[in-house]
């Protein structure tokens, strides 16, 4: 079943089907969110109104880490499996958890400043974050060196696999070190630390990302796939045109 | 509390610009993509005759 529904030929159409509904579901979504956010969320006895940035801020770092992760699956979808769909995967998923990571980054830090007094600290929450957002552009820059979709998706697949490492840094870098950034409060042994007053829009706002993220995924995987069939194409003419004038 | 509403708006500005960003980036390419296939086909180019109505046809790979 998963095999036939990532069929390119068969992924375009079920998408193109699906994706209207998911961007509709998306707004519908990031509209409650928001609401439950602004209006229903009650201030913060010591952070005051400053804690409604927190209903961007983990929820982007959430996704950072969701997209790294489908990027590494994907790599391996390339590498050991071959799937047809696994590099177009991996391209379309990168622009995403990079905009995520920086959301993640600039909102932490406009947070920092009225909370901490600062607005950067080296600590290992912080510091592995900015190097997750580092190994996206890096992704990102090697999908435009090589020209050569596939020899360019087995490249980024490594750089990948090897960026990997950082995902568990990033997650468990608050209980291996000492750092300014709070540990997890959310996903914990012993339940959620947060009042389900906060904790409720907080995960409404998690899955208005989520949706999000998955309709820009799939919008941008069919515009992939579509872009690899005009190069074909291209290169298709080049051909003829070679042949006519020879 | 209000000197920190600048620091609140300027979070939900960015988000707001980085998503939207995303969103037009979506929409450009694809409508970029779909116009080089339109304009190849009008030309002749293709590996196959049958297409549905409004979607490449990718012979169920993807190509190189």
Redesign the interface.
């Known amino acids: 079943m998963l095999t036939r529904l990532a069929n390119p030929s068969v992924f375009l159409k079920w998408s193109g089907a699906a994706l209207p509904a998911a961007a509709a579901l998306a707004a519908a979504l990031l509209e409650f969110g928001l609401y439950l956010a602004w209006f229903v969320a009650p201030a913060d006895y010591q952070q005051g109104e400053t804690v409604r940035i927190m209903f961007l801020h983990v929820p982007a770092a959430w996704m950072a880490l969701f997209f790294y992760g489908l990027m590494s699956l994907s790599a391996l979808g390339t590498l050991v499996w071959r799937h047809p769909l696994a590099d177009v995967s991996q391209k379309a998923a990168a622009p995403i958890g990079a905009a995520f990571t920086l959301i993640c980054l600039v909102t932490g830090s406009l947070w920092g400043k009225p909370m901490w007094g600062t607005y950067w600290v080296w600590d290992a929450r912080l510091t592995s974050v900015l190097v997750l957002f580092l190994m996206y552009c890096g992704v990102l820059a090697l999908w435009r060196t090589i020209d050569d979709p596939s020899r360019a998706a087995r490249a980024v697949s490594i750089l990948t696999l090897v960026g990997a490492v950082n995902v568990p840094i990033v997650k468990f870098s608050v209980d291996w070190w000492n750092t300014l950034h709070q540990p997890a409060s959310v996903f914990r042994f012993g339940g959620p630390t947060i009042h389900p007053s906060m904790l409720y829009p907080l995960l409404a706002m998690a899955l208005a990302f989520t949706v999000t993220g998955a309709t820009l995924y799939l919008a941008g995987m069919r515009t992939e796939i579509l872009r690899r069939r005009v190069r074909t194409l291209t290169i298709l003419e080049a051909e003829r045109l070679d042949r006519q004038a020879a | 509390?209000d000197?920190?509403?600048a620091?609140?708006a300027?979070?939900?500005a960015?988000?707001a610009v980085?998503?939207g960003?995303?969103?037009v980036?979506?929409v450009v390419?694809?409508r970029a993509?779909?116009r080089?296939?339109a304009e190849?086909?009008s030309?002749g180019?293709?590996?196959r005759s049958s297409r549905?109505a409004?979607?490449?046809?990718?012979?169920?790979?993807?190509?190189?």
Not at chain 2, 54 to 64: F, I, N, Q, S, Y
């Open positions: 509390m000197s920190h509403i620091f609140i300027a979070a939900y960015v988000t980085v998503i960003a995303l969103v980036r979506a390419d694809h993509q779909i080089a296939l190849l086909e030309r180019v293709g590996r549905a409004g979607e490449p046809e990718t012979g169920g790979r993807v190509p190189p």
